[in-house]
């Protein structure tokens, strides 16, 4: 017989429902009463990919308590069922946008709720399977998410793949540009030969020849055979050069034939070799900067950047944020279960600078991950301090129109974090109508992955 399984049922009253019957064959029900105290033992063993928000019978003082329980309980994925006229209350339609995969009305049809559960349950085992296969690293979703900004890069590295040319990835630290190069190389007509990594900060000065290039045996003492070095193992691939801004100006001369010519020279050799490789590198310092500093060589520059790209750095893609850490939580393992965000968290989310970018959110989720006691991840989980409040510069220009665009933005900034992106639920959360929140984001140059217009009759 299989084994059933586990559904959270969060309702507003002890007793049982005809609702509840129509599951019991198949799931092992765990109900919770919605009541104005909420301690962690209330909670305690209650864990589940799935629950039922039943808000038939709820009460107006329950329905405000309700976000508190939905936060508390471990649930990846909530259905809620309720009456028909509860679709016309805000805070009903607040709760299932933000909280529930899918919704039902009563009275209820048994196979179209099995049907929800049982695929929702599903994805969300799917999901976990996928993500806990192997440890996750921030390179593995960097180049997810739906703002404007990675939505342009993807379409520019998709194009670069297209073609042979070098390319030049630019971005601060931890923004994924070995996550980019990757992209290109798998989407290129290279992606069935290797992509060989090149760290050239750990690159010692009088091994680069000998790593680069290899030895022909019997080249120096204890060559006791040939070596292909990385480039040669590379042939018919790609190359990668991470944190080529590193090179030693004698490492540059180095690899200069090379980026000329398509040859290399092993040492001890007397024969050059041809290889086709395709290159790329990675830069976190501007090189032109360097070249005109002196400290990097022009003709070696205009030899790797034919194609160049520049990294958002995750303080320019705040609409992806929510999703990014969804994606680490779902990886992350957890003595109670799948762990969420709390809406105070979203909003330092939102406001952080990240000057990190995406290292820095997966290791302050980790540390929230293996630190934090409870099923909700709260800012203190993560080292935050309290919300951030309004700040303001010395040089910044002092008037109350000012101000006023500094909070219209961050309102706009903190409603989409915690709609997850949504622009109808996100004006609910500040009581405008859709067509106004739209304004206010033309009125402030807020760019949202959703082009089309609204209607008028929003």
């Known amino acids: 017989m299989m084994e059933k399984r586990p559904l959270v049922w969060l309702s507003a009253e002890q007793s049982g429902s005809p609702e509840q019957d129509i599951l019991l064959s198949e799931w092992q029900l765990m109900p919770v009463t919605i009541r104005g ?27 405000a308590l309700a976000s508190n329980w939905l936060e508390a309980l471990p649930v990846e994925q909530w259905v809620a069922i309720l009456e028909p006229d509860q679709t016309d209350n805000p805070e009903v339609c607040r709760l299932i946008n933000r909280y529930c995969g899918d919704y039902h009305t009563l009275p209820i049809q048994p196979e179209l709720l099995r049907a929800a559960l049982g695929h929702l349950w599903g994805m969300a085992e799917l999901q976990a399977r996928i993500f806990r296969s192997e440890p996750l690293s921030y390179r593995d979703f960097a180049l997810e998410g739906d703002s404007p900004a990675i939505r342009q890069t993807k379409a520019l590295l998709s194009r670069f793949a297209n073609t042979e040319e070098p390319v030049l990835i630019y971005g601060e630290n931890g923004t994924g540009k070995e996550a980019a190069a990757t992209f290109i190389h798998n989407h290129s007509s290279r992606k069935r030969k290797p992509l060989v990594v090149v760290n050239c900060a750990a690159l010692p000065v009088s091994l680069t020849q000998n790593e680069l290039f290899g030895h022909e045996k019997g080249a120096f003492t204890h060559a006791l055979s040939t070596h292909k070095g990385r480039i040669e193992t590379a042939d018919g691939g790609t190359l990668l050069l991470v944190g080529v801004d590193e090179l030693k100006p004698e490492q540059q001369s180095a690899i200069l034939r090379f980026l000329q010519e398509g040859q290399i020279e092993r040492i001890g050799g007397i024969h050059p070799i041809k290889v086709n490789v395709r290159l790329i590198a990675t830069s976190t310092s501007p090189l032109e900067q360097l070249v005109a500093s002196g400290q990097f060589r022009s003709d070696v520059f205009y030899r790797l950047g034919s194609l160049c790209v520049l990294l958002p750095p995750l303080r320019d893609r705040k609409e992806d944020i929510p999703q990014l850490a969804k994606r680490i939580l779902n990886a992350a393992p957890s003595s109670v279960g799948p762990k969420r965000l709390s809406d105070a968290t ?44 309004n700040s303001h510069s010395p040089g910044q220009e002092l008037s109350l129109d000012a101000f006023r665009s500094q909070a219209d933005r961050r309102a706009i900034s903190v409603s989409l974090a915690l709609a997850q992106n949504n622009i109808s639920a996100a004006a609910r959360l500040l009581n405008i109508s859709r067509v106004s929140f739209y304004r206010l984001m033309d009125k402030h140059h807020v760019v949202h992955r959703t082009s089309a217009p609204p209607s008028k009759s929003d």
Do not use: K
Request: hydrophobic letters at 40%; glycine letters at 12%.
């Open 37 to 63: 105290d909420l301690h962690r033992g209330d909670i305690a063993g209650y864990s589940a990919w799935v629950g039922v928000f039943d808000l038939s019978n709820i009460s107006s003082e329950q329905l």
């Open 346 to 389: 979203t909003i330092c989310l939102a406001e952080h600078p990240w000057p990190g970018n995406l290292r820095e959110l997966q290791n302050r989720l980790r540390q929230a991950v293996l630190l934090g006691q409870a099923a909700v991840i709260e800012p203190g989980d993560m080292g935050f301090g309290q919300i951030p409040a």
